[in-house]
């Protein structure tokens, strides 16, 4: 029995679900929001389902939510399960349908202040697809005992609609073309959703390396760039400053003793070749005579 158990938990892995599902909606600016993870999630589906602490939460999830599901059972006749539906394309899936309310139930660490964006576009979604109200139910499990938070979900306004519509229609363009979105510049990889991204990896794996070899002397480099930039912008100075005094010096090769100074000029002569016209190059060598 044990392996019959085994293998049927080996099966229930957190799945990769199309780009076009409700889940999987928003648009930038919100929060944990990253369509570069949306693209590899279709993409890179072996990054999903090889990352070990998702699918450990994930697992964890659902015993919670069947648990979850089961109390529902018992104290409501009206409970349905494993409905689908459609919104302008968008497969929607809720977790269950109690008394005609969606309830969509989110296991999590620690019960969220308000509802995360990503779980109200996808409720709102929902509400969508059924024409139904939408409760979210955060439920916390662990060694503190067991909390739940039951938070009423708006209907979407009509341009934040708009809002995700278009931005499924740039994560589908974009796939079709075969390509993939760049880094976002508001992620950062010490930060949500990077710091609990599949596809970390690909994003700041080498961000990492360097990391490991000049977290130590970053300080440093960014000294020296800073001098550097600095010395560039005197040298650019000092050159036109010398260039100002050379338009004063002769044109012709030889050497000239200016006072103390000898100044020993070459002219390479220029000319006419077949495609363009060569100036001529005029070099100078200036130097202090001893003793003078
Ligand atoms: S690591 Fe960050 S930037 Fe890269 S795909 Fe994941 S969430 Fe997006």
Same mark, same amino acid.
């Given at each position: 029995?044990?392996?019959?158990?085994?293998?049927?938990?080996?099966?229930?892995?957190?799945?990769?679900?199309?780009?076009?599902?409700?889940?999987?909606?928003?648009? /930038?600016?919100?929060?944990?929001?990253?369509?570069?993870?949306?693209?590899?999630? !279709? *993409?890179?589906?072996?990054?999903?389902?090889?990352?070990?602490?998702?699918?450990?939460?994930?697992? @964890?999830?659902?015993?919670? /939510?069947?648990? *979850?599901?089961?109390?529902?059972?018992?104290?409501y006749k009206d409970v349905k399960t494993g409905i689908t539906g459609y919104?302008?394309?968008?497969?929607?899936?809720?977790?269950?349908?109690?008394?005609?309310?969606?309830? /969509?139930?989110?296991?999590?660490? @620690?019960?969220?202040?308000?509802?995360?964006?990503?779980?109200?576009?996808?409720?709102?979604?929902?509400?969508?697809? !059924?024409?139904?109200?939408? /409760?979210?139910? *955060?439920?916390?499990?662990?060694?503190?005992?067991?909390?739940?938070?039951? #938070?009423?979900?708006?209907?979407?306004?009509?341009?934040?609609?708009?809002?995700i519509l278009d931005e499924n229609k740039k994560v589908i363009e974009t796939?079709?073309?075969?390509? #993939?979105?760049?880094?976002?510049?508001?992620?950062?990889?010490?930060?949500?959703?990077?710091?609990?991204?599949? +596809?970390? +990896?690909?994003?700041?794996?080498?961000?990492?390396?360097?990391?490991?070899?000049?977290?130590?002397? &970053?300080?440093? #480099? #960014?000294?020296?760039?800073?001098?550097?930039?600095?010395?560039? @912008?005197?040298?650019?100075?000092?050159?036109?400053?010398?260039?100002?005094?050379?338009?004063?010096?002769?044109?012709?090769?030889?050497? *000239?003793?200016?006072?103390?100074?000898?100044?020993?000029?070459?002219?390479?002569?220029?000319?006419?070749?077949?495609?363009?016209?060569?100036?001529?190059? &005029?070099?100078y060598h200036i130097k202090k005579e001893e003793g003078k």
């Amino acid at each position: 029995m044990e392996d019959i158990i085994r293998k049927v938990l080996e099966r229930k892995k957190a799945k990769v679900f199309s780009p076009l599902t409700a889940s999987q909606c928003g648009y /930038e600016g919100i929060q944990d929001y990253c369509r570069r993870k949306r693209v590899f999630d !279709f *993409y890179f589906k072996e990054n999903v389902e090889g990352f070990e602490p998702l699918q450990e939460i994930f697992l @964890r999830g659902l015993f919670i /939510e069947m648990a *979850y599901i089961e109390i529902l059972r018992q104290e409501y006749k009206d409970v349905k399960t494993g409905i689908t539906g459609y919104y302008k394309g968008l497969k929607v899936d809720p977790d269950v349908i109690v008394n005609d309310k969606i309830v /969509e139930i989110k296991s999590v660490s @620690r019960i969220p202040e308000k509802v995360k964006e990503l779980h109200r576009i996808q409720a709102g979604i929902q509400m969508l697809a !059924f024409n139904l109200k939408s /409760e979210i139910h *955060y439920v916390k499990v662990d060694s503190e005992g067991i909390d739940v938070k039951v #938070y009423d979900v708006e209907p979407l306004k009509q341009e934040e609609i708009a809002k995700i519509l278009d931005e499924n229609k740039k994560v589908i363009e974009t796939i079709k073309k075969n390509e #993939y979105p760049e880094i976002p510049q508001d992620k950062m990889p010490n930060k949500s959703p990077c710091s609990f991204c599949p +596809h970390y +990896h690909m994003c700041w794996q080498e961000q990492e390396q360097i990391n490991l070899t000049l977290s130590v002397e &970053i300080d440093k #480099y #960014y000294e020296l760039r800073q001098r550097y930039k600095e010395l560039n @912008r005197e040298v650019k100075d000092l050159k036109e400053e010398l260039e100002k005094w050379e338009k004063a010096f002769p044109k012709e090769s030889g050497r *000239y003793l200016i006072g103390k100074y000898l100044l020993s000029v070459s002219v390479i002569k220029g000319g006419q070749e077949i495609k363009y016209i060569k100036p001529d190059i &005029i070099r100078y060598h200036i130097k202090k005579e001893e003793g003078k």
